[in-house]
């Protein structure tokens, strides 16, 4: 949002002159969201946006729960002696831990993990992070979801996690919120984001097409895998990453944290 409001006429530099002025604010306001549409649109050939429900990446985006990740990550590499940084961490979220592993495993030995060697570190990693305690729910998250049921809207959740508490923290802190059968983690694929195989599931789960829906997720390789299944993609930057790794990897519009789309959702028109 920064970027756009410095390249606002002069006039809406410091201060909104007059209503006169409010008015041409809010209409440039306005065209940015429409225009961001326009782009999908046009991008995947489809004649309009017909939204029916939303999708939701889990953790960076229905959970506080990127800095817990990263902690564990950064603990079990170093246990390991395999080299990675917290910036790796933001930078490899929504991908499936294994290829995490296996990345940074070729890097140090110049081989391939073997499955073995990757489950023994992801096991160490869960348990890590298990021990960073109970995830925090996104502050505006359980806003916007209860804004969108009022919408009359599907809410579905799409997880590369394969926490076996996943179903239970969903439901306790966003009671009556998903149906269980809109819900895709990492059992439902086989090949997780950044491929498009996790979004296309859902759409399927959701028995809607591409233009019946739109993705919210903070990660590059989920943007990547949202974009891939042209579905219209919402980034939220939660993290420590700069925002042009979202706008880069395929999100069509990018907005500060979760609350920010809850304060802008109805300038979408969507309905
Ligand atoms: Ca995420």
């Not at 149906?179 to 959701?206: C, M, N, Q, T």
């Amino acid at each position: 949002m920064e970027e756009f409001l410095a390249n606002l006429p002069r006039c809406f530099h410091n201060r909104i002159v007059t209503n006169k002025d409010f008015r041409i604010f809010a209409k440039t306001f306005l065209t940015m969201f429409k225009l961001s549409i326009q782009n999908f649109l046009t991008k995947n050939n489809f004649q309009q946006l017909n939204l029916k429900a939303v999708l939701f990446d889990m953790d960076g985006v229905l959970f506080d729960s990127m800095p817990a990740h990263a902690k564990a990550w950064l603990r079990v590499m170093n246990d390991y002696n395999l080299p990675f940084t917290e910036t790796e961490a933001y930078l490899n979220e929504g991908q499936p831990g294994a290829d995490t592993i296996n990345e940074v495993f070729k890097r140090k030995h110049g081989r391939d993990s073997t499955e073995e060697e990757r489950a023994e570190i992801y096991s160490v990693k869960v348990k890590y992070f298990d021990e960073c305690g109970d995830p925090k729910p996104m502050p505006f998250a359980l806003e916007l979801l209860e804004l969108l049921k009022e919408q009359e809207l599907t809410l579905g959740v799409v997880t590369g996690s394969a926490q076996p508490l996943l179903l239970k923290n969903i439901e306790a802190y966003f009671p009556g919120i998903f149906k269980k059968e809109h819900i895709v983690s990492a059992f439902d694929v086989e090949r997780g984001k950044p491929f498009p195989e996790p979004y296309l599931k859902s759409l399927e789960k959701v028995n809607l097409k591409p233009w019946e829906a739109v993705v919210i997720e903070n990660a590059p390789f989920g943007v990547q895998a949202s974009s891939a299944a042209q579905i219209y993609t919402i980034g939220v930057n939660t993290g420590p990453i700069d925002k042009s790794y979202l706008l880069d990897n395929g999100a069509d519009i990018v907005f500060d944290s979760v609350k920010d789309l809850f304060e802008n959702w109805g300038k979408f028109e969507f309905t």
